[in-house]
């Protein structure tokens, strides 16, 4: 049916924002309604323990995570929708992948050198060894397309290059699959309300920086009022955000939840001033976001329906894994099961 595999991964880390929803899941919304690939979209609950987890928070969260692909457009028929620790391959194969990378690969990952800063002495070595179960988490599937952000784009080169090394040393050419990235979509790096040059992210202390997906119409209009600007009218082209790192932000921002471009959105706007673009900005946001946050407020009332769903996903995951799994075991030189 498919021939090719898309697989994703997001983190049970913290609330999720307006980052995480355009920046990934409505791009895999699109992916899976393409109807082109095969998706897997998983919670990485084994990533997310890279740093100690609260053990309830972590379960709630992953079932928020869970919620906020649902409620966002991820059928759970059509697309794999799981959770990692429910197929012990990723665990299984990510030992095998630290035994393939080289450290010497593993010391140029940017994210960790940024993760771990001046306190690398006192990090997991989990958090060293991430990029080899995220190898571990596509080569498992032998996916051939995964959505990722800009950020993530030298862990997808590792496990290229893994994916190389194992094919290499045990003598199979085609095994694995050289993965690609997908990075489309408008606005993958959605920035802070307040600085226009820094991430959207949840460990930012300003609830003004970002918007939740559980946050209410009144919340967002509050938040998109105060947002950043400069004194100038919005431009008529895109050479006009040049230098304007809150402006350009509000526009893709703009641009990728009514689904146009930067360009359709300055033709509009261009020579406005902010007040106007930003009440249309409020109504945009709130029509696309408030009811997806409102579902993931009835689907967390009922978490087993959510285990539930997670569970069946796993299964199915495992079902692709095992094989493959298998055949890795073999190749490595592991006994075969006894009949
Ligand atoms: N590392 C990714 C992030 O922090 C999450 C992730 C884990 C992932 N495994 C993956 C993404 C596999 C894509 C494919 O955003």
Redesign the pocket.
Known sequence: MFNQRV?????PTGNLHLGNYLG?IANFVRLQNRQTFECLF?V?DL?AITVFQDPSELRRQTREVAAAFIASGIDPDRSILFHQSGVPGHAQLAWIFNCVARLGWLNRMTQFKEKSGKDRENVSVGLFA?PN??AA??LLYKATH????E??KQ?LELTRDTAQKFNNDFNCPDFFPLTEPLIEGPATRVMSLRDGTKKMSKSEPSEFSRINLSDSADEIADKIRKARTDPEPLPSEIAGLAGRAEAQNLVSIFAALEESTAEAVLARFGGQNFSTFKSALVDLMVARIVPIGTRMGQLLNDPGHLDRIMWQGAARADAIARPILAEVYDRVGFLAPIA
């Open positions: 697989f994703s991964g997001v983190q990934a998983c990485v990533h991430y179960l995220m988490d596509i995964v959505p990722v952000g950020d993530q862990h």
